[in-house]
């Protein structure tokens, strides 16, 4: 017996009338997104096919060497999404300054944060890659955008959510009601609910760490992975180590399965590699409303005031007593 087939637009549609509060915008936005990853998901699947391999020989803000296929996302979701009258302003990684919208159409009440393709270092070697969004209402009285409107704490996040492109193309997202996955039929074309209400599981069975920067760690790091290494905990809960380079490949994967992924502060990265605004954030909004625990180390991500766009910071994310147990050894070898 076929279970019922909810496709992503009819899941919004009930969502919707379930919050009369939420406008039609929302879901319209929500959409919007869904449907960029779609055009996304189709190049990331035959990028091996044409010329788009290889570097595009220009360098990101962050100073890496950028994909064709990361300006490609970044300028699919800039076109999708900026003359839609939902959004004021966007924010991308691939863009040192945020992206305003132009002025010839209107502005919206939400701004997206968003890294259009994260793992881009992954495509050659066809390893899964994703896109990871946040949205939070506009804050500032500015008639158009202002910084403001980026720089809220992620607890204020409106909603949050990655597409993976992998062995399927799924979307999971969480408007604060839970957090549902969506598979894309290729066939169809359509996203249909494949996860609902995903928790992540109180055993946990991975954990995620470069472990090749071992010598860069601080003793607090050094003590807790020994310890996830020690005969005692694996007697009581053997943890493989699963880390594929890739942060929504490993974030994915241990909030199905149930683990813990650590991208710290360390001698050579002081505030941590990973982004806060379109990384940290809306996977750290997933984790909590998936039961799990997302933080820097001294504070949940989802607390954190940001002060730039493109701020970094460490990152402890996954099963809730793992992350515990992390912050506890975080806090006796400071
Ligand atoms: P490292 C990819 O470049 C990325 O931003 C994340 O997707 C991934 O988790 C991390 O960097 C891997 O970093 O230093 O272990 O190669």
Redesign the pocket.
Known sequence: MQKNIMTLERHFLEQQRKYPQARGAFTKLLTEIAFASKVISREVNRAGLGDILGNAGVLNVQGEEVQKLDILAHKMLINIMDHLGLLCGMASEESENYIKIPDEFPVGNYVLNMDPL??S?NIDVNVSIGTIFSIHRKVSNHPRVALKDFLQPGRVQVAAGYVLYGSSTMLVYTSGQGVYGFTLDPALGEFLLSHESIKIPKKSRFYSI?EAYSYRWHTWTRKYIDYLKSPVKQAGLGLSLRYI????A?FHRNLLMGGIFV?PEDTKTPKG??RLLYEAAPLAFIAEQAGGKASDGMQDILDIQPKQLHQRTPLIIGSSAEVKTALRFRNDFK
């Open positions: 994260d793992g270092s470069n380079g890739s942060l929504v490993d991208y590699k990973l």
